[in-house]
Structures are given as C-alpha cells and as structure tokens.
C-alpha cells in the first residue's frame, strides 16, 4: 500500500511515499532555515510563503523522482496539526486538492502520532512501548499500547524540551536554530562546571521554566569572558539527565517491554548515547533524517490510521460551515 505524505506544520516543507508504513520509497524536505535565521526564530507568514512557493513542485517531483504516478498511491495523508495554522494549511489545501481530485482516501494525521511512527521508518519495531516525544514544541511521555491507541501520561508544564534549548542558544549568542547550535558548542565543554537546578514536579511531567530562569540568572553574574561552551554542555547534561531518568522510570513503573524516543531533540546524541547506555530495557530512535518533521512519518502514520479513518467520499472537505468538516487544520490538538 503506498501512501503519499505531505507535512507543513512549521517551517519544513516535506513530501513523501511510504510503502506499507515502513519501506520509505522517497522522502524530499525543504528546509526554511536560511529564511527564519535573521529573525532568529520561526516567522509564519515567512513560513506560509515559503510553503505556498514550493509544495505543488515538491508533489510533482517527489513522484517523478521514483516514477510513481497518482493513479499508483492508494491514499495521501497531512498533518492536521499541533502546528502553526498559517502553515498547516497550506499542505491541508494542497492534500483535499489532490484527494479530490484522484478520488484517494485523505487521512488526516496528528503531528505528534507522525512523529511516533517515524520510528516504524526501515525499522521492525512494534507496539507496546513507552514512548519519550521531544521536541520545539512538545515533551511528552506516551504510554502506546498498538499502533493506534496510545495515552499522555505526563507534558511539560511551560517550555518544551527543545524550546528550552533553543531559548539557551540564543542567551549564549548562537545563531539560529539555537539547539542543534548549543550541542555543537557542548562538544567542547565540561558538563560539571556548572550545577543547574532540577524541577520538582510530578513523576510524568517536565518543567524547564525554572532551569531556564536559573541559566538566565547565572549567565548576569558571570564574567564576561565565561566559558560558553562549560554552560552548554552544563545546561545539556540537566536536561538530558531528566529525560532519561522520567523515560526510564516510566518504563520500569509500566513494566513495558521497549523505550522509544521520537521528535526534533533526539538527533541530540547524548541523549540517544545515555538512553542506549542506561535503559535497561532495548531502546529504539528513529534513523536521524526522520527525528526532525517529515513527510515520511505522516505516510507512515497514515498507515497505521487508514482503517480508523472515513473514505473521502463520506467527507464535505469543503463545506463552508467548519463544524460539519471532518478534517480540519489545528494549532492544538
């Protein structure tokens, strides 16, 4: 069964085509990193250009690279969000087009559930785990019991994971994207200069307000001239540490079989080494060209969802009254 994937949450522009929710036949992505660096962050109607510019070509190519026409694919499935609006609609338009167009089942796909099933991308792996999903937006230990029933067990209560990391990069001056920034910096640093505070919360949930707070604070009473790359790999070693200890309890507490990791923050290899080093229980991560958003784990995860979802013909996918519109673009879901 292959499946047509478009993903256009945030500031990535991907399309791809999945065999069986795991072969992976293509996987195109367009960053927008170059774009959003002089505004040192996400800008949306930046975003929403950049994908508007670039997607219809993205489909046509993404096909034509493999030699797979539309009449080949059995469905196309889109992110639906968490995400920025602005953003996700323009791969929702572009998805009800086509679906309507070539008469193909459209599934709608939760950004997060995507980001779960980029680990079943070249990869064996199967339901049950406990699942660890960091990203900029989202910290969240899942409790996934099959392929489509999962519960959140614990979220962060302010910043998520890699919004922190990107929150400190910019505090040390790095350019934009501050987290993959920060760990390049952390390389070259000793984790044990400085002792950061841990939030007390419950067993399930993170906080990183406080410890961001706690940088922000050691950062104006330091000389000038204080080693950055000490703070960094101080400030990753924290926030590391706390990952692995909640996604390792909650394993033991669940007596679950796997750990899973999933989301932009674990291309970060020392969290991937220290989970692989601590677990006692196997770990699996998706290969690092699906940890950031693609549109390869939206096909997959539309997949999974295809016998959960109505066929499109049962769907008014343009009807004018929003609350009779079955899939429809979210920034929270």
Known sequence: MLILGIETSCDETAVAIVEDGRKVIVNNVISQIELHKEFGGVKPSVAKLAHEEVIDDLVENTLKTVNISFKDLDA??????????????????????????????????????????????ESTLEPPFVCLLVSGGHTQIINVKTYTEYEALGSTLDDACGEAFDKIGRLLGLPYPGGPNLEKLAYSGNPNVFKLPEAKVSVYDFSFSGLKTAVLRLVEKLPEDYNKADLAASFQENVTNTLVKKIIFASEKLNAPKIVIAGGVTANQTLRKKLQELSPVPVFMPNLKYCTDNGAMIASAGYFLKDTIQELETMDVFAKDSSSVKLKASSRL
Do not use: E, Q, R
């Open 76 to 121: 196309i499935s889109v992110t639906l969000g968490p995400g920025l609006v602005i953003s996700l609609l323009v791969g929702f338009k572009t998805a009800k087009n086509l679906a309507l167009l070539y008469k193909k089942k459209l599934i709608g796909v939760n950004h997060l559930f995507g980001h779960i099933c980029s680990n079943y991308l």
